[in-house]
């Protein structure tokens, strides 16, 4: 594959922090799921730095590419490279972007890829581009996904007071009595973080919604 050279700077100097030890935490603590180099988060972030500069200089297209060929790198921490240059291009992101971002949720999904996309990423994205909404949920409600549906539900997190409050409870409604746990947990993350900016909307919904024990006890963590 051709790299971008920024791209092959990047792989360089993350596969020179190279920690067998390490790597073998960080994968057991994701269930396996990824393999990792074993460079922990404050690390990865000192080697990024240097890195900000050049991406600024980036046009769309060129750093769009550098996202993309760091995510289909083997190794997690590529994935988080790419999520932290594409939110400091989130200023830059045009409505046809939208696949770009989606992409970010469906492949290489864990927590903590989805929930950074869902809640900085998209709903950044969402923010800019409200009329996106509608389509959208009504896109990723029909598939089987439980990521795009975790997303519909806590791409919000950061609205406060401009959270959209129907939406919100339908889509919590809607998965109410959804069995899995990312769901479950997503529905109570979504309405604890709405609680601080309207309780007593969120405690009179949970009076009267049928939600799982799980999603109640996130809920209720503010009230």
């Avoid at 927590?111 to 896109?139: H, R």
């Avoid at 950061?158 to 409050?165: E, L």
Wanted: glycine residues 2%.
């Amino acid at each position: 594959m051709n790299f971008h050279p920024l791209t092959s700077k990047i792989i360089k100097a993350f596969n020179a922090h190279l920690d067998d030890e390490l790597a073998i935490g960080m994968k057991a603590y994701m269930k396996g799921h990824f393999d990792y180099l074993g460079i922990k988060s404050p690390v990865r972030n000192e080697i990024l730095k240097p890195f900000f500069s050049e991406l600024k200089e980036l046009e769309t297209k060129e750093w769009m590419k550098v996202v993309d060929q760091l995510w289909n790198q083997k190794f997690r921490e590529f994935q988080y490279a790419a999520l932290v240059f594409t939110d400091r291009k989130i200023k830059d992101l045009q409505p046809e972007h939208f696949p770009f971002l989606e992409k970010m949720i469906t492949e290489k999904s864990w927590w903590d890829s989805v929930d950074t996309v869902a809640s900085n990423l998209m709903g950044a994205y969402f923010k800019k581009y409200p009329e996106k909404i509608p389509a959208a949920i009504k896109q990723w409600t029909k598939t089987e996904n439980f990521w795009l549906h975790r997303t519909c539900i806590i791409f919000q997190l950061k609205y406060g007071v401009n959270t959209d409050q129907k939406l919100l409870f339908e889509l919590c409604t809607k998965y109410a009595m959804e069995k899995e746990f990312f769901i479950r947990k997503a529905i109570g993350w979504a309405l604890r973080q709405y609680s601080k900016y309207n309780p007593k909307a969120v405690e009179e919904f949970i009076q009267k919604q049928k939600l799982s024990p799980l999603s109640i006890k996130e809920a209720s963590k503010y009230l």
